[in-house]
């Protein structure tokens, strides 16, 4: 590129920046300039055609005045002085034209117009609107009265042929000020605007800050994906759960590469099933387990993911938060196999006591030694049913052998059982049921489902209170509802109460025995049926349990 043309480049930038962006000195120059360059126009003129006039003490007053001033435009440090102070440069102009005029107008008419520059500059500036107007009259007319003042020889008629002048300058202020108050306005509610615009930044840029703290500072990995699938957003969790499930051969794997396995941790869960693949097709999910990576770094995750809406209720995208559950599923896992170990030992010595003890009786025992074998092969049995429960409740598996029974009967039986404890408590304790209501279920196991319901809810009322075990049918279900008005329980505990080996926050605070797997067992009993099981409680009021199964 030629320095002349990169000259002019730089110069159209510089002219294409924002006005107010300019120094103050600069703002006053580039203000002046117009006036200053149709001088040397006009002198150049004058020059070429009447040579005569440059030796006029009037027009070459007009233009040193010009380069005075010009000069004075950048010379004087405005910055230092009252913000306005620069408006005496255009108030001097008229000055300046006035002589202009009278040592040139004999060559060149029109050189009053030149008053237009400095009206513009007053009435642009924005400042003392009232004041610049008056001057956008007066000044062009002094150019024009004040030499025919001095030099005495006038007429009205001469003063009147000078109105138009100063009637036109007076005009052009008025519309240069209208449209500078305009667009002052203007440039003062965009610069609202932008000062708005700013501090919503400024508070947008403290929220994500605030935002990305949060989330690295959480041990969950989180990610948002836009409506395509595209990562919006990712925590440091997150990035390391990525790092853990790629492959080590593949520097940026897609979401097809990754190691996801499923539950048995050795099978690779399809590309449609994976967290982010359904959560990405508008899915909501709760606890989806997958196992990520591989080896004995392999975890195991628990995924949740919400869908994300725009303004319109449309599809944006997804949140997928993945929780680190590995030592839970491990310790659940060595619980099972603890519990299976155990039962499996339990029942070869108690195979074997329940065979002696059936022995001995063969043997027809006197009646003491009878009633004693008849206790320990009663309590055998009891332990080895809980033994057989333990291992089918570990196994998710219940056998029953559904028969025809009269299930008023079994409920009568199992509150006359328990009448002794109910009384021992000081807990009132009736049945509700119709004379006869024949369902088709396994008679031993509904048994062990009332004698559960029914001495947790005797042994939960421990101040006493009532027991009510209420039977009916309803839409062909059996439906049998063991009420007490007992301890109660929370919200969150009732929502957890048939996990296995769970127990209540208020019944670990106190001396009731228990190892949490009653209710369990039941669920597991009624669910064998067909049918369902339910608890309504509100805590220091009481509990309802519930169980439907068909008839």
């Known amino acids: 590129m030629s320095a002349p043309t990169a000259w002019s480049s730089g110069r159209l930038r510089f002219f294409k ?39 006029n003490p009037l027009f070459v007053t007009f233009l040193i005045s010009q380069l005075v ?37 004999e060559s060149l008419t029109g050189i009053s117009l030149l008053a237009v520059f400095p009206v513009i500059w007053l009435c642009a500036s924005g400042y003392y609107p009232k004041a610049a107007l008056w001057f956008s009259f007066l000044g062009p007319l002094a150019i024009i009265w004040v030499p025919l003042l001095l030099k005495g020889n006038y007429t009205p008629q001469d003063f009147a042929r000078s109105l138009l ?25 965009l610069e609202d605007k932008d000062e708005q615009l700013r501090a919503s930044l400024r508070t947008s840029k403290r929220q994500e800050s605030l935002l990305n703290t949060v989330l690295d500072t959480v041990h969950l990995g989180v990610l948002a994906v836009d409506a395509d699938g595209h990562d919006v957003l990712m925590n440091r969790k997150q990035r390391a759960n990525h790092e853990l499930a790629r492959p080590k051969d593949i520097a940026d794997p897609n979401e ?14 399809p590309v449609a099933e994976r967290p982010v693949r359904r959560a990405v097709l508008g899915e909501t999910f709760t ?18 993911a919400r869908p994300m809406k725009d303004s319109d209720g449309r599809f944006a995208g997804s949140v997928i938060v993945f929780s680190d559950v590995t030592d839970l599923v491990n310790a659940l896992a060595a619980k099972d196999d603890f519990v299976s170990s155990v ?22 025992p006197d009646q003491s030694q009878r009633e004693m074998l008849e206790i320990i092969h009663r309590n055998s049995e009891r332990l080895l049913t809980l033994v057989s429960d333990l291992l089918s409740s570990r196994n998710g598996q219940l056998i029953v052998t559904p028969h025809t029974v009269d299930v008023a009967e079994l409920v009568q039986s199992s509150v006359s059982s328990a009448m002794p404890r109910a009384a021992a408590a000081g807990v009132e304790l009736r049945a509700e049921t119709p004379p006869q209501l024949e369902a088709h279920v396994d008679s031993a196991r509904i048994s062990q489902v009332l004698d559960n319901l029914v001495s947790n809810a005797i042994k939960y009322s421990p101040d ?29 505990d009732a929502s957890e109460v048939f996990a296995k080996f769970f127990r209540t926050s208020n019944v ?23 049918g369902t099981i339910d608890v309504d409680s509100t805590l220091g009021k009481g509990t309802t349990f519930t169980f439907r199964v068909p008839v």
């Not at 209208?178 to 667009?183: A, F, H, I």
């Not at 097809?256 to 869960?269: A, E, I």
């Not at 209420?470 to 301890?487: F, I, K, N, P």
């Open 464 to 492: 006493g209170g009532q027991v009510v075990v209420s039977l009916a049918q309803e839409d062909g279900h059996l439906a049998c509802r063991v009420s007490d008005t007992g301890m109660g329980m929370s919200p969150e």
């Open 508 to 530: 670990r605070r106190t001396a009731i025995p228990g190892v949490g797997l009653g209710l369990p067992i039941s669920k597991a009993i009624v669910e064998a049926h067909g």
């Open 343 to 364: 039962s499996h030992e339990f029942r070869t010595p108690l195979t074997s006591i329940l065979g002696y003890v059936e022995i001995l009786l063969a043997d027809e």
């Open 287 to 304: 606890d989806y387990l997958v196992w990520l990576g591989e080896g004995s770094k392999q975890r195991a995750l628990v995924t949740t």
């Open 256 to 269: 097809s590469q990754l190691l996801v396995f499923g539950p048995d941790r050795k099978t690779l869960v």
């Open 165 to 189: 002048l100063p009637v036109m300058m007076l005009g052009i202020g008025v519309s240069v000020s209208v449209l500078t108050l305009s667009m002052m306005r203007q440039q003062n509610q």
């Open 69 to 105: 001033l010009m000069a004075l435009c950048y010379a004087i440090p405005w910055d230092r002085l009252p913000y306005t102070s620069f408006l005496a440069i255009p108030v001097l102009d008229f000055i300046s034209i006035g002589a202009g005029r009278e040592g040139g107008q």
């Open 17 to 55: 920046r924002p006005f107010h962006e300019y120094r103050l000195t600069d703002r006053v120059a580039l203000s002046q300039m117009p006036l200053f360059v149709t001088t040397l126009l006009t002198a150049f003129l004058v020059w070429a055609f009447f040579p005569d006039t440059m030796d």
